[in-house]
C-alpha cells in the first residue's frame, strides 16, 4: 500500500490552482506520481488531499482512496489523516510526496527491497545533489548510520553543507510509522509536523533505518515552483527522446522535440526538429515526420508516411506510403494508401456544434489548397483539383473540380 501527499498549497508555485494539478507534458503531477506508483505494483494506494481537494479528486477519481487534511500543518500532519487506513495492518507501506512526478518505478521497487531484505522500520530514498539547497539534509553518523533529517530552513550553516538530501519517498513498516507519528511534534522554524522526524523516533527506539542512494539523481527532482516545472520537463523530455533513439528511432533534435507519454514509433522513422507529439499516438516504421508538425491525439500513422513541414494532424488514419508534405491541418480523418496531399489542403471537421470525418480513398492525388468540408467521402484513384472545396462525396476513379472558372479579360489592365 501506498500514502501520496497532496494536500499542500505549493505557495512556491504562485498559482490559482493546487500545484499538484500542475501538468508536465499534458499530465497532471499528482497523477504522474500515482501511476509511478501503480507501476511499480502497488494498487491500494490513499491520497491525503486537502489544498483545493475537489481539483486533485478530480484529476485523480476513483484510481485512489482518500483522506482530507482540513488544515495544512505540515507532512508529518498529512500522514496521520491517513493513519485510520493502516491501524490494524502489518507489513509495510511507502510514503510519496505527490509533487515528485518522475520518479521511476523500478526505484520505488529497490526502496522496497532493500526495506525488506534489511529488515528495516524506515527506508529512504536520498540522492547526493551538488547545489542541494532546498532539500531536506540526511544526518548520519561516523558509521554512516542515518540519525535523522534536517529541513533546510532548520539547518545549521555546517548541517547546510551536506550534499545528501532527502527525495521524500520512504518506506515504512507500519507499526513502526503509527507509533512514530504519535511523537512528532512542531517545535521547528515552521511550527509544522515534519514526516522527516519519523526518522530520528524510529532510530532512537533502537529499530533499524536504512537509505537507497539513487543512481540516476533527476528521477527525484520536486517540483515546488515553476522553475522546477520546467526543468522536470526537460528531463522527460530527453528520457523519452533518449529511450526512443534507443529502440531505433532518429531523432534530429533532442532538444526541440516533444513526445509525450506512451507514443509508439516504429525502427528507423526520422523526426525532423520542433516537432511535437502528442499521446494516444502510433506511427509505423521508414516515416518522416516534421520539421515543425504537430501530431495530436488519436492519430494511427501506418509505414512508410511522411508528414512533412508545418501540419497539423488530428485523430487521423493514414494507411502505408501516404504524403502529407506541407502546410495542412488534417483533422478526423482516413486517408488510404498511397495518396498524396496537396500543400495547403484542409479538413473542415468542425461546423460550430460538432466534428465530423473526412475519408480519402487510396492512391489519389490532392491537388493543393484544397478544402475538403466534412462530412466528405472521397473514392480511390480520384484526382481533386487545386484550390477546390469539397463539399460532395465522390466516386473511385473520378477527376474532382470544386471551384470558379477562371476568366480572363484581354487587355483590360493594358492602360491603367
Ligand atoms: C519535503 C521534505 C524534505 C524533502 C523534500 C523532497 C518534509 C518536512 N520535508 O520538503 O525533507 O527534501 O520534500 O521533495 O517532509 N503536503 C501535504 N500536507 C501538508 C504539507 C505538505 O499533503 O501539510 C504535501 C505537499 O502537497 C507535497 C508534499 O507533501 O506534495 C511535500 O510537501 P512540500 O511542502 O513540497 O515539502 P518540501 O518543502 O518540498
Ligand atoms: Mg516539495
Known sequence: MAIIMAAGKGTRMKSKNSKLVQKIYGKEMVKRAVENAKKAGINDIVTVVGYKKEQVMQVLGDSVKYAVQEEMLGTGHAVMQAAKFLEGKKGRVLVLNGDVPILRPETINRLLDKSIDNKEAATLLTAIYDDPFGYGRIIRDEGGNIEGIVEEKDATEEQKEISEINAGIYCFDIEALLEALKEIKPNNSQGEYYLTDVIEIIGNKGLKTGAVIVEDNTEILGVNDRMQLQMVTKILQHRINSELMMSGVTIEDINSTYIYDDVKIGMDTVIHPNTTIKSDVEIGEDCEIGPNSYIREGCRIANKVKIGSFVEIKKAIIEEGTKVPHLSYMGDCEIGSGTNIGCGTITCNYDGLKKS????????????????????????????????????????????????????????????
Not at 489519389?364 to 472545396?389: E, M, Q
Open 357 to 416: 470525418k473526412t475519408i480519402i480513398g487510396k492512391d489519389c492525388f490532392v491537388g493543393s489548397n484544397v478544402n475538403f468540408v466534412a462530412p466528405v467521402k472521397i473514392g480511390d484513384n480520384v484526382l481533386v483539383a487545386a484550390g477546390s472545396t469539397v463539399t460532395e462525396d465522390a466516386p473511385t476513379d473520378s477527376l474532382v473540380i470544386a471551384r470558379e472558372r477562371q476568366t480572363n479579360k484581354e487587355g483590360w489592365n493594358a492602360n491603367k
